[in-house]
């Protein structure tokens, strides 16, 4: 058995946008996955099915599995010829013990890589509005570990550090943060030195103490902090109240999990991200094609025969086509027939493949498409409807109208339950830590309930594309928000209006 490889891959501090390129393509080919506590959410959601997850669950004071251990899991998942990823929060090498980890597979001769991440100490307080640099203030940063072991005293020349007159960055150091700003201050440092603490930054539970070096402890026990946060000290932190930004997006602070398709996600999550909501993408669904069926063969051989042909997904273009393409056919064989669609996406992918839609309906829904469409087709029109295998019957109910209609509903691909293997969704809601499911069909409303079976659904506020998946979520006693028309961009606009209702206590 050939060798494998190891990629020690930085994950970054929270935000999944901070992820890297390579880092992402890296995670996409793994085979094993081996992550800490601190890898954020939307990075864990990326990781591919089937892959094998170890949880190592790394945070202060509290470790699944002690360091020598994951040292030699490395090792053996290598030795058994995988290609292992070692995600870790933040930068493999910035306290991240990615030294520690290289010695065993170097001794060994494991092939490895290091993708370095986006770091806690910049990045955090960037998005805090907190430079770490400038030359008006200080023109050097240093990064000190704030974490030692219980009964014991810091070993940190904390004179050298004020000399420095730079920017002081302690991480790990919460436990420890009167010690260290009492050793500053008997360092030499001016006791009214600005001095913060940055708690989970770069996320939605981003929070920001500002105070002195001399009162930070007393405004954290007033105010109240949770981890991980980073300490920063220097005249930059004054600087917070003028260049904050992150906290003026209008989704700031707001937890949005995504349940769309995998292929379909991005788009909503990266419109959600821009409006600064912390994005989850947690398919509740997958779609599997159904290349061929005797259905399909039948409607395919008579294609010429059908007025109409009706795409209710984006979806179901895609897999239309690829049908098509794999038979040999192109669109000189729809030369004969109109399309309806059932909204402006499905009208976009019907575009991409060169063909113009000759209906949408007013509203994008299946049941409208039916109703609105009925009264233009012909006595004895030929309607093909290939579509998801499990989809709603309001459409053909609604074409049933049109006096000796033939209907071929022929399901071209089927639709998938799937739950998450590294994030506990019924917790998260449990717990407070998601504030809105975002929901764009009853499929996805159905695929997350089956994966989250037995959860209490009265804590999920659902957002809904339409009243069709409204419906859906409030038959599990979800509290529904509907979009004014079915587009991502009304999605948008609904969670913005609901989350300042929230924000505003109304």
Same mark, same amino acid.
């Given at each position: 058995?050939?060798?494998?490889?190891?990629?020690?891959?930085?994950?970054?501090?929270?935000? @999944?946008?901070?992820?890297?390129?390579?880092?992402?393509?890296?995670?996409?080919?793994?085979?094993?996955?081996?992550?800490?506590?601190?890898?954020?959410?939307?990075?864990?959601?990326?990781?591919?099915?089937?892959?094998?997850?170890?949880?190592?669950?790394?945070? $202060?004071?509290?470790?699944?599995?002690?360091?020598?251990?994951?040292?030699?899991?490395?090792?053996?998942?290598?030795?058994?010829?995988?290609?292992?990823?070692?995600?870790?929060?933040?930068?493999?090498?910035?306290?991240?013990?990615?030294?520690?980890?290289?010695?065993?597979?170097?001794?060994?001769?494991?092939?490895?890589?290091?993708?370095?991440? @986006?770091?806690?100490?910049?990045?955090?307080?960037?998005?805090?509005?907190?430079?770490?640099?400038?030359?008006?203030?200080?023109?050097?940063?240093h990064i000190i570990t704030g974490h030692k072991k219980k009964g014991e005293t810091y070993d940190t020349d904390f004179e050298a550090l004020v000399r420095t007159k730079g920017t002081l960055v302690f991480?790990?150091?919460?436990?420890?943060?009167?010690?260290?700003?009492?050793?500053?201050?008997?360092?030499?440092?001016?006791?009214?030195?600005?001095?913060?603490?940055?708690?989970?930054?770069?996320?939605?539970?981003?929070?920001?103490?500002?105070?002195?070096?001399?009162?930070?402890?007393?405004?954290?026990?007033?105010?109240?902090?949770?981890?991980?946060?980073?300490?920063?000290?220097?005249?930059?932190?004054?600087?917070?109240?003028?260049?904050?930004?992150?906290?003026?997006?209008?989704?700031?602070?707001?937890?949005?999990?995504?349940?769309?398709?995998?292929?379909?996600?991005?788009?909503?999550?990266?419109?959600?991200?821009?409006?600064?909501?912390?994005?989850?993408?947690?398919?509740?669904?997958?779609?599997?094609?159904?290349?061929?069926?005797?259905?399909?063969?039948?409607?395919?051989?008579?294609?010429?025969?059908?007025?109409?042909?009706?795409?209710?997904?984006?979806?179901?273009?895609?897999?239309?086509?690829?049908?098509?393409?794999?038979?040999?056919?192109?669109?000189?064989?729809?030369?004969?027939?109109?399309?309806?669609?059932?909204?402006?996406?499905?009208?976009?992918?019907?575009?991409?493949?060169?063909?113009?839609?000759?209906?949408?309906?007013?509203?994008?829904?299946?049941?409208?498409?039916?109703?609105?469409?009925?009264?233009?087709?012909?006595?004895?029109?030929?309607?093909?409807?290939?579509?998801?295998?499990?989809?709603?019957?309001?459409?053909?109910?609604?074409?049933?109208?049109?006096?000796?209609?033939?209907?071929?509903?022929?399901?071209?691909?089927?639709?998938?339950?799937?739950?998450?293997?590294?994030?506990?969704?019924?917790?998260?809601? $449990?717990?407070?830590?998601?504030?809105? $499911?975002?929901?764009?069909?009853?499929?996805?409303?159905h695929g997350f309930a089956k994966a989250v079976a037995g959860m209490d659904f009265t804590t999920v506020e659902a957002i809904c594309i339409g009243r069709q998946t409204a419906d859906a979520a409030a038959?599990?006693?979800?509290?529904?928000?509907?979009?004014?028309?079915?587009?991502?961009?009304?999605?948008?606009?609904?969670?913005?209006? @609901?989350?300042?209702?929230?924000?505003?206590?109304?």
């Open positions: 058995m050939s060798v494998g490889k190891v990629w020690l891959v930085g994950a970054g501090p929270s935000d @999944v946008g901070l992820f890297t390129l390579k880092g992402k393509k890296v995670l996409e080919q793994a085979e094993v996955v081996v992550y800490d506590a601190l890898v954020g959410h939307g990075v864990l959601s990326m990781i591919p099915k089937g892959v094998k997850l170890i949880d190592v669950g790394k945070r $202060a004071g509290n470790h699944t599995l002690p360091q020598w251990r994951i040292n030699e899991v490395l090792l053996e998942e290598a030795q058994a010829g995988k290609r292992v990823v070692r995600l870790k929060g933040g930068d493999p090498f910035m306290f991240g013990r990615g030294g520690e980890e290289l010695e065993l597979l170097s001794a060994n001769n494991i092939p490895y890589e290091v993708v370095p991440g @986006v770091t806690s100490p910049l990045s955090v307080p960037a998005y805090n509005g907190i430079p770490v640099t400038h030359r008006d203030y200080c023109s050097s940063l991480m790990m150091g919460v436990s420890a943060l009167e010690d260290i700003c009492n050793g500053l201050i008997r360092g030499g440092m001016d006791k009214d030195m600005p001095a913060a603490i940055l708690q989970k930054g770069t996320s939605a539970r981003q929070k920001r103490i500002v105070a002195t070096v001399s009162t930070l402890k007393a405004e954290v026990d007033r105010q109240g902090i949770e981890t991980p946060a980073i300490i920063v000290v220097g005249k930059v932190c004054a600087l917070a109240d003028e260049f904050y930004w992150y906290e003026k997006l209008p989704l700031y602070g707001c937890r949005v999990l995504v349940t769309r398709p995998r292929e379909l996600a991005s788009k909503m999550s990266d419109a959600l991200r821009e409006k600064g909501a912390e994005v989850v993408e947690l398919p509740a669904i997958r779609t599997e094609p159904i290349m061929e069926s005797a259905e399909i063969n039948k409607a395919l051989a008579n294609l010429d025969s059908y007025q109409w042909i009706g795409f209710t997904s984006q979806i179901g273009v895609r897999v239309f086509f690829d049908i098509l393409k794999e038979r040999k056919m192109d669109i000189r064989s729809l030369a004969g027939c109109k399309f309806a669609v059932i909204g402006a996406a499905t009208k976009k992918a019907l575009e991409e493949r060169g063909l113009f839609a000759d209906f949408i309906p007013s509203v994008y829904d299946g049941e409208t498409l039916g109703r609105e469409l009925a009264p233009i087709c012909n006595s004895g029109d030929k309607i093909l409807l290939p579509r998801a295998k499990m989809g709603g019957k309001e459409i053909v109910e609604e074409l049933k109208q049109i006096p000796d209609v033939q209907i071929d509903d022929v399901p071209i691909y089927d639709t998938l339950y799937e739950k998450s293997e590294v994030i506990d969704e019924a917790a998260q809601f $449990a717990n407070g830590n998601i504030d809105y $499911a975002v929901f764009t069909s009853a499929s996805t409303v038959s599990y006693g979800m509290k529904t928000h509907v979009a004014d028309k079915a587009r991502i961009e009304h999605v948008i606009d609904k969670t913005v209006e @609901v989350f300042n209702k929230k924000k505003e206590g109304k």
